[in-house]
């Protein structure tokens, strides 16, 4: 049967799309996760998948023309179908409803406005809509369901959060489009899925949805909950499962263990031959080895009986061997902290990194900034003073706010720096966009609105794109000076130390001074150790003169 596809949302606030190019002609063979064509949002120009496989039939947009969301983009079918029915239908069917809507293929690239795609909806009962994992991120390739707001049996309402997803920068809020009943969960809290895999089924209650989910296929696993309920039931049927190993005992004869209760009596350091087996045959299990309690008085016993002369003669002194149990955890990794393993490792081993390191006076900086500070409603931070010096001072050392590529370098004459901001699975990067032309004041509320929602998990995946240089500040823990790893497609990252009080010399004399230490990371490919110091040298003038920053 064909299968309308029509024009994606690709963006919250995409209301028209333009093909840029079609990649499939009509006649051609469509397979599932083909790129069909390139359409131009309002935000960018991105790829749009085939979540359907077949010919395409009709082409209902071409190439350069705009036409609204909704609107029949194309029919994908069985070669040689009839659909003149659906393209007589064509103007009145531009925009189908919801519930009956033959082609749903929208995926988003920002959060909470996102209509995940769905396979035809051709074969559903009425009212009944697959909502897929969303693409959160335009570098999202899974996401992992971190809470289900709504659980089975419940009324969603368009416009209600369904769950909260985690994706490679942020754990976002993921609304529905739909209104009905939730019908089926694909994806369990805490478990991970590519983006296109089943997330959930909605429609009116009490629908037979049999058969849906076994059906639905995309590109990856639709879910990754069986492989969770398998550990289960293995674990709960343990004794029936498991494979049997035999162990010599002292006297000749075999012990049955498991091989999980053999590793864990390894582990612990306990003896099989001391373990009375609840399995077949006397099998060793492992809840036999859990509450095993060790009995003092067993070990000596043996070796009396196995050697009985030499201990009547010889009284060897047994090194002592402290009780104790191995204990470690495991930690599942989260999406972000796979993503900062990956970039920064990539980083580190593409970009060749050095470091120059400079100490900078502070004592003008405290005095002004106590001043700025007594003005009302205004709050300065010492890490907002230095985010504008480097903003300043960028302006100045343009090839500092560069880029590698790898025919030629970028000069980016705009300023915009990312601010690290430590959150609890890792690290983010909110950015402040044209920070040369922020006030002090400025910069601060922003940084402090960022910083917040970094930490509320609420900042968009937009405002962590587009830096061209990055500011890393350890000095409120106390640290004095570390080297941090650029944080690419930048080419340096400034790494800001704590403030101390200490012995300086002043025009010949010993006095009690404070100073910052500042390292500044760069990329050789990009920024030769003469760029770098000239900069680091601006900077230290900007932040020792803080009147210069305000001219």
Not at 398 to 419: A, T
Not at 511 to 524: E, F, I, K, R, Y
Request: proline fraction near 5%; include cysteine; glycine fraction near 8%.
């Amino acid at each position: 049967m064909a299968t309308i596809i029509t024009m994606p949302r690709l963006s919250d606030t995409m209301t028209e799309g333009t093909v840029a190019t079609w990649l499939k002609k009509v006649g051609d063979k469509i397979s599932e996760g083909d790129i069909l064509a390139e359409i131009e949002t309002d935000k960018a120009t991105m790829e749009f998948e085939s979540f359907n496989e077949g010919t395409l039939l009709h082409i209902g947009i071409p190439a350069g023309e705009t036409a609204p969301v909704d609107s029949l983009l194309a029919i994908i079918g069985t070669e040689g179908e009839d659909i003149s029915a659906l393209l007589a239908g064509k103007p009145a069917d531009a925009a189908p409803a919801k519930e009956e809507t033959k082609g749903t293929e929208e995926t988003a690239t920002t959060p909470e406005v996102t209509k995940a795609a769905a396979p035809a909806t051709a074969s559903l009962p009425k009212g009944v809509v697959v909502i897929t994992m969303p693409r959160l991120s335009d570098t999202m390739t899974e996401g992992t369901v971190a809470t289900w707001l709504k659980k089975v049996g419940d009324a969603v309402a368009e416009g209600d959060i369904l769950a909260e997803i985690e994706t490679d920068k942020a754990t976002m809020e993921f609304e529905s489009f739909n209104e009905g009943t939730l019908l089926y969960v694909g994806i369990e809290e805490g478990n991970t899925a590519p983006v296109d895999s089943l997330l959930a089924i909605i429609g009116p209650a009490g629908t037979d949805i049999s058969g849906i989910a076994e059906n639905y296929k995309t590109g990856g696993a639709p879910q990754a909950a069986p492989a969770v309920a398998e550990e289960k039931e293995v674990a709960s049927t343990e004794k029936a499962l498991e494979p049997i190993v035999q162990e010599p005992s002292n006297d000749g004869q075999r012990i049955l263990a498991s091989p999980l209760a053999k590793k864990i009596a390894s582990d612990k350091g306990i003896q099989l031959t001391q373990v009375k087996g609840s399995g077949e045959n006397g099998r060793i299990v492992k809840s036999d080895i859990e509450n095993f309690t060790p009995q003092k008085s067993a070990a000596p016993a043996q070796t009396t009986a196995a050697a009985p002369a030499k201990t009547e003669t010889v009284a060897a002194a047994k090194p002592f061997v402290p009780a104790g149990e191995v204990f470690t955890e495991e930690i599942k990794n989260s999406q972000m902290r796979k993503i900062i393993a990956k970039r920064l490792a990539e980083s580190l081993f593409t970009a060749p990194h050095y470091n120059l390191v400079i100490e900078v006076t502070m004592d003008e900086a405290m005095k002004s900034r106590a001043i700025i500070n007594n003005v009302p409603d205004t709050k300065v931070s010492f890490n907002d003073m230095v985010i504008k010096a480097c903003a300043m001072a960028l302006k100045k050392h343009p090839k500092i706010n560069s880029q590698w590529r790898e025919d030629s370098i970028l000069i980016n004459h705009h300023v915009n720096i990312g601010v690290a901001v430590a959150v609890e699975d890792g690290l983010v990067v909110p950015v402040l966009r044209f920070t040369d032309a922020m006030s002090l004041s400025q910069i601060g509320g922003n940084v402090r609105d960022l910083a917040g929602r970094a930490k509320n998990k609420k900042l968009l995946p937009t405002e962590m794109e587009g830096s061209t240089f990055t500011v890393s500040n350890l000095g409120m823990f106390g640290i004095t000076e570390f080297n941090s790893i650029i944080n690419q497609p930048n080419s340096a990252i400034l790494s800001v130390g704590a403030i101390v009080e200490k012995p300086v010399v002043k025009n010949g004399q010993i006095v009690v001074g404070n100073t910052m230490m500042l390292s500044l990371a760069c990329d050789h490919r990009t920024i030769d150790g003469a760029t770098g110091a000239q900069f680091l040298q601006t900077l230290k003038q900007f932040i020792e003169n803080p009147v210069t920053m305000l001219a």
